[in-house]
């Protein structure tokens, strides 16, 4: 690939697992495959140093925009999203990966921040960008949904219960015993709040599934003792005429992994697609 016309510049904002292995795949490939590091911001700079050339090392989050990027992927924490989401559309395209160990939209959750972003990205004509993650044709999920023939979709999670961060004490109480337990049914709006580091996949659904919305999209969450070594994603899609569709993945993942380890370069590959899609949201 000849990339001496145009390379894109990535500032990475978070250096959790996800943010770790970004960093690693630019400054290995990236030469080839057109992308440039800009920056790395963490909230302990010193993380960083020893991993981060020092010239890379962003102190001031705030500064971003001196560092002129094309694409600034968040894979942080979603008050980060709140606090200068809008500030990067401003200047750059956004991916929004949002939580340290995990890829995630579901700070989209929050009504008022969801209708700002996509105003931003309209008002800059830049592009704001979800990766699917573990979703499983999440763009034929977008482009039912923009075709008007969308009219239901649910989506179930099962993991390991030490594979799930919770709020509350939802599964404290948990043996190896006790097989499958599930914990939350509803919609994905009142289950982003219970779990912000396991609901990734079932908020870039809903992303994609615009006209349902937050609200309307459904989703479980199961534990299950017997999954140790993979999580399940189940979607079904309904649409008009009895047309559905059910698919299930596996995802390989160790005890305790929040993401499972296909994810992790399903990411990558979103960070790929990042060259532009106009003033809009866009599933990648």
């Known amino acids: ?41 963490n909230r302990n700079p010193d993380k960083l140093k020893g991993f981060v050339p020092d010239e890379l090392i962003l102190l001031d989050l705030s500064s971003f925009a001196d560092r002129r990027c094309d694409v600034i992927v968040e894979v942080c924490h979603p008050h980060i999203v ?12 956004f991916l929004n990966y949002h939580i340290p160990q995990v890829g995630s939209p579901s700070a989209f959750s929050d009504p008022d921040l969801n209708q700002k972003l996509h105003r931003a990205a309209r008002q800059h004509s830049r592009t704001l960008y979800v990766p699917s993650g573990a979703l499983w044709g999440g763009q034929d999920i977008q482009r039912l949904n923009d075709s008007g023939a969308l009219k239901a979709l649910f989506i179930r999670m099962s993991k390991h219960p030490s594979c799930f961060r919770l709020t509350g004490d939802v599964l404290s109480d948990w043996t190896e015993q006790e097989g499958r337990r599930v914990l939350f049914r509803g919609s994905v ?13 079932m908020a870039a659904a809903a992303v994609a599934a615009g006209t349902l919305g937050f609200a309307g999209v459904q989703g479980e969450i199961v534990s299950d003792t017997a999954l140790r070594d993979y999580h399940v994603v189940e979607v079904e899609v309904t649409g008009p005429n009895g047309f559905s569709v059910h698919t299930v993945r596996r ?17 990558w590959n979103s960070l790929l697609v990042c060259k532009g899609h106009g003033g809009r949201v866009y599933l990648c």
């Not at 990535?10 to 080839?32: N, P, W």
């Not at 709006?189 to 580091?197: D, F, R, S, V």
């Open 82 to 93: 709140k606090e200068f989401g809008l500030h990067f559309l401003s200047r750059s395209h």
């Open 189 to 201: 709006a009142e289950l982003c709040p219970l779990a912000p580091n396991n609901v990734n996949t």
């Open 1 to 41: 690939m000849d990339t001496s016309s145009f390379s894109q510049r990535i500032g990475v904002v978070g250096y959790g697992h996800l943010g770790q292995y970004l960093v690693e795949r630019i400054l290995k490939d990236g030469d080839a495959l057109g992308l440039t590091l800009a920056f790395v911001w």
């Open 251 to 267: 995802n390989p993942a160790k005890l305790g992994a929040v993401t499972g380890s296909a994810t992790y370069n399903s990411f």
